[in-house]
Every structure is written in C-alpha cells, then in structure tokens.
C-alpha cells in the first residue's frame, strides 16, 4: 500500500492474519502501529510505499521457511524492479538481513542483526539497483518494547532526511 511513485519503499516480513484478509499489508495491530508512528515524523503513505517479503501469511505466524522467501520473493524483485526506489527502509531483522544478503537466502543467518544495524545507512548493490538500505526496528517490535520508541524516532530522522521533510 501506498504510492508506488514515492522514493522510500519499507519492507517487512510477511503478512498476519488481517493482512491476509484483507489483501494489504500493515493493517492489523503491528500496522496500526507504524501508522502511528509514521504520523508522529510527519510522513504519509503518500511519502512511502510498503509492501512484505512473504506475500501470504505463514500458519500460525511462525517464522517464514527458507524456501518460502524464496517462493515470494520473485514478485518483491519485480515490486521493486517497477518501483525502482532510491530507499529501502527494511522492518525488522528478516527483511533487514534478506537485502544485505542481496537475496541470497542461504547468506541470510550470517548477517549482522538490526540491533546493531538500525538507523545506518547502508548503500547496497540490489537486483542491478543501487539502494540506500535503512534498517529500522519492526513496528511489532516496538509495541512490545516500547524502549525502542526513542531509538526510533532517531531513525525516521534519517529517513526523513531521504524524503526531504
Ligand atoms: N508484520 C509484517 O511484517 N507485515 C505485515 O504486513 C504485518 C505485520
């Protein structure tokens, strides 16, 4: 959801139960979340596009196989492939280690984690793009910790940055 024109694609891991039914990502509780979160920097879904790595939910929201992300991820490469954005803004470690891997599935465990990685830009070679890789901490994440809130904002000052707000 959002606007495929934007110049900031954010990435997250794969879609819940709401998501699924509905056909959008980011619409349950974690969605409500970045909703939040995003107004309070002042950014829109006119500002980003977002989208999942999985594109349907895994059962019981376990943790996505190997072989399904790389079962999915076709139609990412081609979301991006058509979107061409300069940023990508990854939620979470799965979609953080997934572009530092450059959609290497089995390259994917040995990737630093986003506690380490979040808020640092990193310029990355993806898919014959060049993309300014963005880690920031899931939107889930931050509900359960809400420590996480500051650290966050501090983040969404360097995407905001990118987006000229
Ligand atoms: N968590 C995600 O990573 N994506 C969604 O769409 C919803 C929750």
Same mark, same amino acid.
């Given at each position: ?11 997250? %891991? ?6 699924? #039914? ?26 980003? =596009? ?9 059962? #019981? ?20 492939? #058509? ?6 803004? &990854?939620?979470g470690n ?20 986003i ?28 509900? =359960?910790?809400? &420590?996480?809130? &500051? ?5 969404? %000052?360097?995407?905001?940055? #990118?987006?000229?707000?």
């Open positions: 959801k959002g606007n495929t024109n934007a110049k900031i694609l954010f990435v997250g %891991e794969a879609p819940g139960r709401n998501e699924d #039914e509905q056909g959008l990502p980011f619409v349950g509780a974690a969605g409500k979340n970045l909703d939040k979160l995003l107004a309070q920097v002042g950014l829109t879904l006119d500002d980003i =596009y977002i989208t999942n790595i999985l594109k349907c939910r895994p059962p #019981e929201n376990r943790d996505p196989a190997k072989e399904e992300i790389k079962a999915h991820t076709p139609w990412l490469k081609k979301q991006i492939r #058509e979107m061409k954005p300069e940023v990508v803004c &990854s939620l799965y979609a953080t280690k997934f572009f530092l891997a450059k959609g290497k599935i089995n390259e994917m465990d040995e990737q630093p984690g506690t380490t990685l979040h808020g640092k830009p990193l310029q990355i070679e993806f898919d014959g793009l060049s993309i300014k890789l963005i880690p920031l901490f899931h939107p889930a994440a931050i509900i =359960y910790n809400r &420590s996480l809130i &500051s650290l966050w904002e501090q983040d969404m %000052e360097v995407v905001k940055n #990118e987006v000229g707000k």
